[in-house]
């Protein structure tokens, strides 16, 4: 079993930013490919950011040249820098981890006020 645990959320205003983290309880190496899903309240989840693991990026196209996902193997974690942020950014944030079966943090909210 692994434990994806999410920081870094919180209330920032438009044209702001923040950085998430995402750490992993093992190796992230092991993974095939990490990801940034956000998701609203009664809506679907949404890929924002995936990174692979021989670190390939790509981005929802709502996101391209604001957010920028990156990965640090040595700490376990991952991270989404969330730059220029809008009010329609407002989500609960996910980060995943796709093996065998997909792995889910918990969400950190973040919210952007115009």
């Known amino acids: 079993q692994v434990q994806l645990v999410e920081s870094g959320g919180g209330l920032v205003q438009a044209g702001g930013s923040l950085r998430l983290s995402c750490t992993a309880s093992?190796?992230?190496?092991?993974?095939?490919?990490m990801g940034w899903y956000r998701q609203a309240p009664g809506k679907q989840r949404e890929l924002v950011a995936a990174?692979?693991?021989?670190?390939?990026?790509n981005y929802a196209d709502s996101v391209k040249g604001r957010f920028t996902m990156s990965r640090d193997n040595a700490k376990n974690t991952v991270y989404l820098q969330l730059n220029s942020l809008k009010p329609e950014d407002t989500f609960v944030y996910y980060c995943?981890?796709?093996?065998?079966?997909?792995?889910w943090g918990q969400g950190t909210q973040v919210t952007v006020s115009s």
């Open positions: 995943n981890a796709k093996d065998v079966i997909d792995y």
């Open positions: 093992r190796s992230i190496f092991i993974f095939n490919a």
């Open positions: 990174i692979t693991r021989a670190g390939s990026t």
